[in-house]
């Protein structure tokens, strides 16, 4: 059974950080885009970087460039985001997701096949 599981989330001050993983289990993403989306409250489920398939490319949301970084680890089939200079906007559930039709990065959530069961993000001002 494939598995996308998620952590590293919680309550964290404006300004503060965090760093999120997505191990993923049952299959390997080696050869896969990986990405992570984020949905708040009342609000769809949007974009907020992907990864190539190496790590050799990525694509930001305009709204975490500078602030986020995306990064993996093939031989632990392990995806991170690290998330400095939070904002209370940055407060959501944050997903991991597998693109395993393609290797370079995309920000289309329709693109994705797996998903994890996401972890709570909250910004307190």
């Known amino acids: 059974q494939v598995q996308l599981v998620e952590s590293g989330g919680g309550l964290v001050q404006a300004g503060g950080s965090l760093r999120l993983s997505c191990a993923a289990s049952g299959r390997t993403f080696s050869s896969d885009a990986m990405g992570w989306f984020r949905q708040a409250p009342g609000k769809e489920r949007e974009f907020v970087a992907s990864i190539s398939w190496n790590g050799g490319s990525f694509y930001y949301a305009d709204s975490v460039q500078g602030r986020f970084t995306i990064s993996r680890d093939n031989a632990k089939n392990t995806v991170y985001l690290q998330m400095n200079s939070l904002k209370p906007d940055d407060t959501a559930v944050y997903y991991c997701?597998?693109?395993?039709?393609?290797?370079?990065?995309?920000?289309?959530?329709?693109?994705?096949?797996?998903w994890g069961q996401g972890t709570q993000v909250t910004v307190s001002s």
């Open positions: 997701g597998a693109d395993v039709d393609h290797r370079r990065p995309t920000p289309e959530l329709y693109e994705y096949d797996y």
